[in-house]
T-cell receptor, first 110, second 116 residues
Framework: DAKTTQPNSMESNEEEPVHLPCNHS???????IHWYRQLPSQGPEYVIH???SNVNNRMASLAIAEDRKSSTLILHRATLRDAAVYYC???????????FGQGTTLQVKP | EAGVTQFPSHSVIEKGQTVTLRCDPI?????LYWYRRVMGKEIKFLLHFVKESKQDESGMPNNRFLAERTGGTYSTLKVQPAELEDSGVYFC??????????????FGPGTRLTVL
């Protein structure tokens, strides 16, 4: 399974946009890009996924580079509740297990 | 709709004892996954059921771990005998779609296991 690289930590101010980067230079053509997050003392939760095109949902937006070697999770207005560890994960077309890295710990300051 | 539930939320046992963790997936979800995080490490995959069949058990650390999913509903993960390095948080997740890499996995709150 292909690996991803994320910054260990990031900070944001409340109600400001947050851009969480992820590098995945060895991504294959059939890999989907998934984002999960884990709030304190909870299990991970799905945020968004994409293949080639940018994606939007109620939680976030996912911007995927044209060569697919990097992507950015965008939280349009960070809230204190968005403080969590964010994981960028590649999954091949067969689905199955998630392979978690260390993720990015996002701190949101009031 | 109820989410994924796990029982117990915490378990403290002595080294050498047996512990059984239970996971109830979301109703109708054929896929069930077990993951764990040991102290200071990343969340690691343990195994994947599709209904009652083990689809992928490549992450099971050794034969002290036994997972079952009788009838394709809830699942149990037994650790026998428990060792100190088994301490950590065990997560269960379920999903509805199979394949294509797009199914959303719903995670339970986890069971915190402490082996003394």
């Amino acid at each position: 399974d292909a690996k991803t690289t994320q910054p260990n930590s990031m900070e944001s101010n409340e109600e400001e946009p947050v851009h969480l980067p992820c590098n995945h230079s060895t991504i294959s053509g059939t890999d989907y890009i998934h984002w999960y997050r884990q709030l304190p003392s909870q299990g991970p939760e799905y945020v968004i996924h994409g293949l080639t095109s940018n994606v939007n949902n109620r939680m976030a937006s996912l911007a995927i580079a044209e060569d697919r070697k990097s992507s950015t999770l965008i939280l349009h207005r960070a809230t204190l509740r968005d403080a969590a560890v964010y994981y960028c994960i590649l999954r091949d077309g067969r689905g199955g297990k998630l392979i978690f890295g260390q993720g990015t710990t996002l701190q949101v300051k009031p | 709709e109820a989410g994924v539930t796990q029982f117990p939320s915490h378990s403290v046992i002595e080294k050498g004892q047996t512990v059984t963790l239970r996971c109830d997936p979301i109703s109708g979800h054929d896929n069930l996954y077990w993951y764990r995080r040991v102290m200071g490490k990343e969340i690691k995959f343990l195994l994947h059921f599709v209904k009652e069949s083990k689809q992928d058990e490549s992450g099971m650390p050794n034969n002290r771990f036994l997972a079952e999913r009788t009838g394709g509903t809830y699942s149990t993960l037994k650790v026998q005998p428990a060792e100190l390095e088994d301490s950590g948080v065990y997560f269960c997740a379920s999903s509805q779609l199979q394949g294509f890499g797009i199914d959303e996995q719903f995670f339970g709150p986890g069971t915190r296991l402490t082996v003394l």
